[in-house]
């Protein structure tokens, strides 16, 4: 499977802007993708993932502290994922890595994810 990122830039605070992560190659080992960043000097924290569910819907999770703000999706016709980010804060400054995970497996956690993409910069002045 590879990913590939795109959608990052500089917005002021308050703006929006959507992340892309589409995926390639063996996509059939996807059962669901998820939305990491690291700020410079931080630990890579968790932001949303979405799990695939056929028969129930997808479901999705959020970190706390953009719960209301972002939203992640997917079109499964293109194999990607998005995440709409609004209201964005300086504290959002941070590469956003997308990452594809396994079945069965919790994630809201990095160990979930067999792939990750390349990273895309958001930057968010104030």
């Known amino acids: 499977v590879q990913l590939q990122a795109s959608g990052g830039g500089l917005v002021q605070a308050g703006g929006s802007l959507r992340l892309s992560c589409a995926a390639s190659?063996?996509?059939?080992?996807?059962?669901?993708m998820g939305w990491f960043r690291q700020a410079p000097g931080k630990e890579r924290e968790f932001v949303a993932a979405?799990?695939?569910?056929?028969?129930?819907?997808?479901?999705?999770y959020y970190a706390d502290y953009v719960k209301g703000r972002f939203t992640i999706s997917r079109d499964n016709a293109k194999n990607t994922a998005y995440l709409q980010m609004n209201s964005l804060k300086p504290e959002d400054t941070a590469v956003y890595y997308c990452?594809?995970?396994?079945?069965?497996?919790?994630?809201?956690?990095?160990?979930?994810?067999?792939?990750w993409g390349q990273g895309t910069q958001l930057t968010v002045s104030s």
């Open positions: 990452g594809a995970g396994g079945r069965w497996v919790d994630l809201t956690q990095l160990a979930a994810y067999h792939t």
């Open positions: 190659g063996r996509t059939f080992s996807i059962y669901g």
């Open positions: 979405i799990e695939w569910n056929e028969w129930k819907g997808d479901s999705a």
